[in-house]
C-alpha cells in the first residue's frame, strides 16, 4: 500500500466515529526488517527470504482536558516476504493516561516480556533473538494457548502503568479470564519494575499462570534485567528461572541467563550475545517446550554475533550469526522462524544479511 493511501487510512481512522472532533493528533508507524539467510539443522540446510516481525502501526491522541489524555494504537504484523500479515494482532489497544499514569484494555506484550526482549537482546527478532531460550518460546496467545511460553502477547489484557519517578517505573497487568471450561479458569498475571537513567538500565518481571497445563496448576517466571553504558559500549545481562506444573503433582523448573553487548563507532553498530539454558531439573514426565524432561543433558547454549551498517538514523544494512548447541535431550529451536522438525540433540544455526528501515 502507498504511503499516501496508508496516510488517507489514518485520518479516515481518526475521524471515524468521533463526529467533528478528530484526535489531536494521529501518526503512522513501523519498520520492515528481511533477511535472505541460510540455515540447517541435522545436516538438512534451507536457504529463505524471512521477514523479521516488521509492524505496521497507527497511534493517536485526544486531550480530554484536566491533563487526562485519550490514545489508542493499532498494529499489524507485515510478512515482507509473502505478502501476508494485516490482522491486528500485535500491540493494539485503547486507554487513558494523566497524573495517575496509564491504563490499556486490548492485546499488548506482557510486561514480563519487557525485562530483556529490547532492553538486554541486542537482537530482539528473527533468528538471532534469545527468546528461544528467554523465556522458552514466544507466543501471541490467549490464556493457557502455547502454555511454555513466558515471552507473550497475551491477549485480552488489563495493563496499568505508574507515573515515572526519579527513573523509576511500573507495570501491572492482568488477563480476562475467559477461557473457563469446567474446572479449569485459565488466567495470567504480571508485573514489572525498571530503573533507567543516560547509563544504567535495572529491570525485575515476575509473571504467574493459572490452569495453564492442569487444573490448579501454577507457572511461574521470574527475570532480572541489567545493563550499562560506557562509552559507545553498552554492557547487557539477564537471568531468569522458571518452574512448570505440567500435570497434577508434577513440576519443572529451569534456569537460564544471557550476557550481551553492543558497541556503536560512527555508522558501524557491533552485537554480540550468549545465553545459556542449564538443565531442567523437578519430577514432570515430559518436557516443555525446548526444555527437556528433568535431567542430565537438557541444556543449551546459544552464540549470537553481528554487524550493522547505519545508513541514516532510519536505514540500516546488517548481517548476523546465531547457533544454539543443544544437549542431547535438549530441543530449542531458532527463534521467530524456527526449523521444522527439529528433533532433541539437534543444533539449529543461521547466517543472515538483510536491511532495516523504520519510519
Request: hydrophobic share 40%; net charge positive.
Amino acid at each position: 500500500m502507498k504511503r499516501w493511501a496508508i496516510a488517507a487510512l489514518a485520518g479516515a481512522t481518526a475521524s471515524a466515529g468521533c463526529g467533528a472532533h478528530a484526535a489531536d493528533n494521529v501518526s503512522i508507524y513501523g519498520f520492515l526488517k528481511v533477511n535472505v539467510e541460510s540455515v540447517a539443522a541435522g545436516g538438512i540446510r534451507q536457504q529463505r527470504i524471512s521477514n523479521d516481525l516488521s509492524v505496521l502501526g497507527l497511534r493517536g491522541t485526544e486531550d480530554l482536558g484536566g491533563g487526562l489524555q485519550g490514545f489508542f494504537q493499532i498494529e499489524m504484523p507485515v510478512a515482507v516476504d509473502t505478502g501476508g500479515g494485516g490482522d491486528f494482532t500485535r500491540n493494539t489497544a485503547v486507554g487513558l493516561r494523566g497524573s495517575f499514569g496509564q491504563v490499556l484494555l486490548g492485546i499488548w506484550e506482557s510486561p514480563y516480556r519487557y525485562v530483556s526482549v529490547y532492553a538486554i537482546d541486542p537482537f530482539a527478532a528473527g533468528i538471532f533473538a534469545s527468546n528461544a531460550i528467554m523465556g522458552n518460546g514466544f507466543a501471541t496467545a490467549a490464556n493457557a494457548v502455547a502454555p511454555a511460553s513466558f515471552d507473550r502477547r497475551q491477549k485480552n489484557l488489563v495493563q496499568y502503568s505508574t507515573p515515572s519517578y526519579r527513573g523509576w517505573n511500573a507495570r501491572v497487568a492482568a488477563s480476562a479470564r475467559e477461557e473457563k471450561n469446567g474446572a479449569a479458569n485459565p488466567g495470567m498475571e504480571a508485573a514489572l519494575v525498571t530503573y533507567e537513567d543516560e547509563k544504567l538500565y535495572l529491570a525485575y518481571g515476575a509473571e504467574r499462570h493459572r490452569d495453564y497445563f492442569a487444573t490448579r496448576g501454577k507457572d511461574t517466571g521470574h527475570k532480572l534485567g541489567l545493563a550499562y553504558s560506557l562509552g559507545g559500549t553498552r554492557l547487557r545481562a539477564a537471568f531468569e528461572r522458571l518452574r512448570y506444573a505440567p500435570a497434577p503433582g508434577q513440576h519443572l523448573s529451569r534456569n537460564a541467563w544471557q550476557l550481551a553487548a553492543t558497541h556503536n563507532s560512527g555508522p558501524h553498530i557491533w552485537r554480540a550475545s550468549l545465553t545459556r539454558a542449564l538443565d531442567t531439573k523437578g519430577n514432570a514426565a515430559t518436557g516443555v517446550g525446548g526444555a527437556g524432561k528433568p535431567g542430565p543433558e537438557t541444556g543449551a547454549a546459544q552464540y549470537t554475533a553481528g554487524y550493522g551498517y547505519a545508513l541514516s538514523r532510519r536505514s540500516e544494512l546488517w548481517a548476523a550469526y546465531t547457533r544454539t548447541r543443544n544437549e542431547a535431550r535438549a530441543m530449542y529451536n531458532l527463534s521467530a522462524n524456527p526449523i521444522p522438525g527439529l528433533a532433541a540433540g539437534q543444533d539449529p544455526s543461521g547466517f543472515g544479511v538483510g536491511i532495516t528501515h523504520k519510519f
